[in-house]
């Protein structure tokens, strides 16, 4: 089986925040922050197996910071985890000052499923681990894989 490594689909994207990404408390819509990390996981997940994926749960959704109006938004997407068709795709936000300072201000975990184009899944290359951080990342992916195993078994 085919193996890549979590820098062949590591992933940068930066927007501004605009007028019509700003809610009534002049704060970035937490719906739309989702939007884009959504979307940034696509990405990684679709250059990872190179065809089509989608997503099939969030992890561990954590607003940590507000970003503002012309801040800058940095989402940083790396896979974490590869099963036998899925991979997770942890997602960092940082609101980037003018220095290049990064602040955290969201992080989540996307589980993202290959599929054909009839819709099934498909299995994916398996994910080689070079560094220290990498391992860490895909024991607690093998955790948050069986936890999630566990709670579709009881329903929830």
């Not at 080689?128 to 992916?141: C, H, L, P, V």
């Amino acid at each position: 089986m085919i193996k890549r490594k979590v820098s062949d689909s590591l992933t940068e994207q930066v927007y501004t925040v605009r007028s019509q990404h700003i809610n009534g408390y002049g704060r970035l819509f937490g719906g739309i922050l989702m939007q884009w990390m959504d979307e940034l996981a696509g990405v990684v997940s679709r250059r990872h197996c190179r065809m089509t994926t989608t997503t099939a749960a969030i992890d561990n959704l954590s607003f940590e910071a507000p970003a503002y109006q012309n801040d800058m938004v940095v989402l940083v997407g790396r896979l974490t985890y590869v099963g036998r068709t899925s991979m997770e795709v942890r997602v960092d936000a940082y609101c980037e000052d003018a220095e290049g300072m990064r602040k955290t201000i969201n992080r989540a975990y996307f589980v993202m499923v290959a599929i054909e184009e009839n819709g099934k899944p498909v299995e994916v290359p398996g994910l080689e681990i070079e560094a220290e951080n990498e391992k860490y990342e895909w024991q607690a992916g093998e955790k948050r894989y069986q936890l999630r195993k566990t709670r579709r078994k009881e329903g929830f």
